[in-house]
């Protein structure tokens, strides 16, 4: 599976993105579609995800009521909705497939940039 995430930029705080994550490939495969983010000096942390049928969203705590995970089954891509944005959403933001339910995350796209300014 290959993956090709966007929609990362610069933005003020309280401002929107919508991030996109587009699959190729063995498509079949995806179980399930998830978003991660690594801001300078902190580990890489979970976002989001989706299951690849469309149902199942999971949100961190962190991004609960203010990120929406979407997927359009005609393009093979999952989105990223992202409203009130804060500085501290500031990271590289990852879309990454995951083959089943007992797998962990095995394919993952290249991130894109977000900075969000105060």
């Known amino acids: 599976v290959q993956l090709q995430a966007s929609g990362g930029g610069l933005v003020q705080a309280g401002g929107s993105l919508r991030l996109s994550c587009a699959a190729s490939g063995r498509i079949f495969s995806i179980y399930n579609m998830g978003w991660f983010r690594q801001a300078p000096g902190k580990e890489r942390e979970f976002v989001a995800s989706?299951?690849?049928?469309?149902?199942?969203?999971v949100y961190a705590d962190s991004v609960k009521g203010r990120f929406t995970n979407s997927r359009d089954n005609a393009k093979n891509t999952v989105y990223l909705q992202m409203n009130s944005l804060k500085p501290e959403d500031t990271a590289v933001y990852y879309c990454a497939a995951q083959p089943n339910t007992y797998a962990g995350y095995t394919s993952w796209g290249q991130g894109t940039q977000v900075t969000v300014s105060s």
């Open positions: 989706i299951r690849w049928n469309g149902s199942g969203t």
